[in-house]
């Protein structure tokens, strides 16, 4: 489910995008050092570039004055200018290699630092956020939205500095060798200045929408290629497809509004660049004739038309790498800023030893403000019981093990774990309370032992071998090729029941005090479900457990079964007692699924 935006306005998105380069600013004060050094050396290697001109001028002068006066050329002369333009040019890329390998630095580490503080966000999320944004939007503000921001921060920045120096210092050159000749070059070239502000303008509202549609694009693949079975049984290609071809088209409508703006600049900075020429060519040709200017003023000149154009071309290149970065910054501090689960530093209780109460009191939650899902629900289970959850799908089993892991936050009442609230407990030593198996498998990429095993540290091999012998899944692994050593990967093929079974064994070597199984059994056959029934008799025994089971049969055997419909209790008792109960809810859902 991805939460709706309505589209900003241009007013408010500017100002959301100077704020976004604000906060990137102050993101890599740790790096500033590098930063303005490396601002430094792009500064001292452009003005190198600005001085190359002057010796130009130099050597068309000596030559044309040689030409003119009927005498041979100086080639001391030439030689001494020449040396001193190749040192200078040569220092000036020094410096801007210098320039580079800095930022270099400067944008690795910031965006290294921007990847692990996203992960880290991440982690300390509550799962609201994740259930109300896609996986593929927030994959993209990790990759593409960081990617997009390291770029900038790599080219934009030397290259905005140099590119100023370069602008400033051709235009304060050109006033020295002659202003008629620097006002030509500037009044020809003046005008990119205005059409360049235009364009970015125009164009940032885009650039901004273009990021949006690649979440939103990134989201849906993630969604269609993980679920391209139900989508193929379902006969869902075509609508699949539509979806697709909807973020992808507006994908592509940003995309090309963006890059067509955007492209508009170059082609256009270079028309003004040759239009200068010109302008300098005609103009300097009618001061040369009249005496006013030598040739070689000329010749300067040509470059300096050049030196001044081309930061303007870079600075195009600049503002529309902005642009983009504006977009990404905003999504990824954005993510950085979401609320984060309450800190817990200050809760200094100490791990207690779980014999395995657990009381529920009028406990109150709702994922929306405005609509509960668990009402005033309370229970008390005793250690060592089993407990199954039964009812209908909605009715809040599996809100209910949310709560009690602390995955979400009880709006009002408390739950108790040996008279100690949960809540003066950190999250932490609440997870290390209870081994849980979902009904959703996750496997790693890694060796079958390592999955088994997962976070448990000094987990022997005898060890991982009795919880998966205890799992039935022993002797389907001794089948695969490297048997416990298999790697499980995406070319590694295991039927979802065969996942379960591993998930159970791990739940086994984790050992907890307590024990929840939400349908832990509901993609295995009745076969295997009888010999896990056997397995999580013995994982259960001595331990309190949590059964949430739509199989009712895997739940004969619990202490207390409680009912719930509409995040209430509507029956409680054994097995026995509630089959027996006269038009009872547990007695209904058991016969549909046992009638003759």
Not at 388 to 416: C, D, H, Q
């Amino acid at each position: 489910m991805s939460r709706k935006h309505n589209p900003p306005t241009g007013k408010t998105r500017v100002k959301n995008g100077k704020a976004a380069i604000a906060n990137l600013a102050k993101y890599c004060k740790p790096y500033w050092g590098f930063i303005f050094v490396a601002m430094f050396f792009a500064l001292v290697g452009a003005v190198l570039n600005i001085i190359g001109p002057e010796f130009i001028r130099g050597i068309t002068d000596e030559i044309y004055d040689a030409l003119l006066g009927g005498r041979d050329v100086d080639l001391n002369v030439i030689w001494n200018i020449a040396t001193l333009l190749i040192i200078f040019y040569l220092a000036g890329a020094i410096f801007n290699l210098a320039d580079g390998m800095l930022m270099t630095q400067a944008t690795q580490r910031t965006t290294q630092r921007m990847r692990k503080e996203i992960n880290h966000k991440i982690n300390r999320l509550p799962l609201g956020y994740l259930d109300s944004h896609s996986y593929g939007d927030v994959l993209s503000r990790v990759t593409n939205d960081v990617d997009t921001i390291g770029q900038t921060l790599n080219n934009a920045v030397s290259s905005l500095v140099g590119a100023l120096a370069l602008l400033l210092g051709s235009i304060v050159m050109m006033f020295v060798t002659n202003w008629i000749m620097a006002l030509t070059a500037i009044g020809a070239s003046i005008i990119g200045f205005v059409i360049m502000a235009l364009i970015m303008s125009k164009s940032q509202k885009y650039f901004v929408a273009q990021q949006k549609s690649l979440g939103s694009l990134n989201g849906h693949i993630e969604e269609a290629y993980s679920g391209q079975n139900t989508i193929k049984v379902y006969n869902d290609e075509s609508k699949s497809r539509a979806t697709f071809d909807k973020h992808n088209k507006e994908l592509y409508t940003s995309g090309w509004k963006s890059q067509f703006l955007s492209g508009l600049m170059m082609p256009l900075m270079n028309f003004i660049g040759n239009f200068g020429y010109v302008a300098v060519c005609v103009v300097g040709a009618a001061l040369v004739l009249n005496g006013t200017i030598s040739l070689g003023v000329v010749s300067a000149f040509i470059i300096y038309v050049r030196l001044f154009t081309q930061p303007l071309s870079q600075l195009a290149q600049v503002g529309t790498n902005l642009q983009s970065t504006m977009a990404a910054s905003e999504r990824v501090f954005e993510l950085l800023g979401e609320k984060e689960l309450s800190d817990e530093s200050e809760k200094h209780l100490p791990t207690p030893v779980v014999k395995g109460a657990v009381e529920f009191k009028n406990v109150r939650f709702g994922y929306d403000d405005n609509k509960d899902v668990i009402h005033d629900f309370s229970l008390s289970v005793k250690p060592g019981q089993k407990v199954a959850i039964v009812g209908p799908t909605g009715a809040g089993k599996t809100t209910l093990v949310n709560l009690l892991m602390r995955f979400y936050e009880v709006r009002s009442g408390e739950i108790l774990v040996d008279g100690v609230s949960t809540q003066d407990l950190t999250r932490e030593q609440v997870h290390q309370m209870f081994g849980m198996v979902l009904q959703d498998t996750w496997l790693f990429d890694g060796t079958i032992a390592e999955n088994v095993a997962y976070s448990k540290e000094g987990v022997t091999r005898e060890q991982i071998v009795e919880a998966c012998v205890a799992a039935g899944v022993d002797h389907f692994i001794r089948t695969l090729p490297n048997g416990y050593d298999t790697v499980i990967d995406e070319n590694t093929t295991i039927s979802a029941g065969q996942k379960q079974l591993i998930t159970i064994a791990r739940a086994m070597v984790q050992n907890n005090p307590m024990l929840i199984l939400d349908e832990a059994t509901s993609s295995v056959d009745t076969r295997t479900e009888i010999l896990i029934q056997e397995a999580m008799d013995k994982l259960t025994q001595n331990r309190t457990s949590f059964v949430i089971a739509h199989r009712l049969s895997t739940i004969k055997n619990a202490d207390v079964i409680i009912v719930m419909q509409h995040g209430d209790i509507v029956e409680c008792g054994t097995h026995e007692e509630l089959v027996n109960k006269p038009n009872g809810v547990y007695q209904s859902l058991y016969n549909s699924q046992f009638q003759e």
